[in-house]
């Protein structure tokens, strides 16, 4: 049986979607399913530091990292700055296909949102997530912005056919203001999406023990 594939994209960067990446990845975990995180494209490698290393050390499930670039810009922009050489998208659908057969959860994480180029053709996260047939999970702000950001981003992926299996808040800040207040109850509402989960800020200083005691009691 053909194990199920779980995109993770973002409404943006910074939204916090390599720790909703983690918080997928130890349920999964938990539940008993054997999985991989996989990080097709990993931009601004130059310090070492990487969102697949981060989501291992938060839940010591197995990644795996594919194309890296030094510069922290849009895929397609850094390989073109270097006369880098990066593969289609395709190739990463057939490669996260491949490794659902051998898995029963492939947890893949975007770079940037929906709709940043990760390869020289205009080849996408939401190209990805159609060809595959995955789940996909957007991640979205706590701020404002968020619902024009998030029903775009969930605009996009129905355009294409895809219907997103629901919204996790990345970041919730330890004293939200009204417009977080709000939007936690808006964006289930305008999208039509169930909020799954909402991550406190700072999540991603905890240690793995921690994170993964507490990684349980974020979802709604």
Known sequence: MTGAITV??????????????????ARAH????????????????????????EVAGLTGVEVQEWTTLPEPLAPDTAARRIGAAIPPVVEYAERI????ESY????????????VRLDTDGGTLLDIAAATGAEVVVVCAAGLG???HTELTVGALRA????????????WPSEPGLAEICNRDDL???TGLPLLAVIPDGAGALDRVAFLAASTTWWQ
């Open 146 to 148: 968020t619902l024009n």
């Open 30 to 53: 938990a539940a008993g399913e054997r999985l991989v995180v996989v990080k097709p494209c990993q931009t601004g490698t130059v310090d070492g530091d990487s969102d697949a290393r």
């Open 188 to 190: 289930p509402a305008h």
């Open 160 to 171: 294409r056919g895809v219907e997103p299996t629901g919204l996790i808040i990345g970041a």
């Open 104 to 115: 029963d959860r492939v947890v893949v994480e975007g770079a940037g949102g929906l709709l």
């Open 97 to 100: 296909q491949a490794l659902a």
């Open 8 to 25: 993770v994209t973002g409404t943006n960067t910074g939204v916090g979607k390599t720790i909703a990446t983690a918080v997928l990845a």
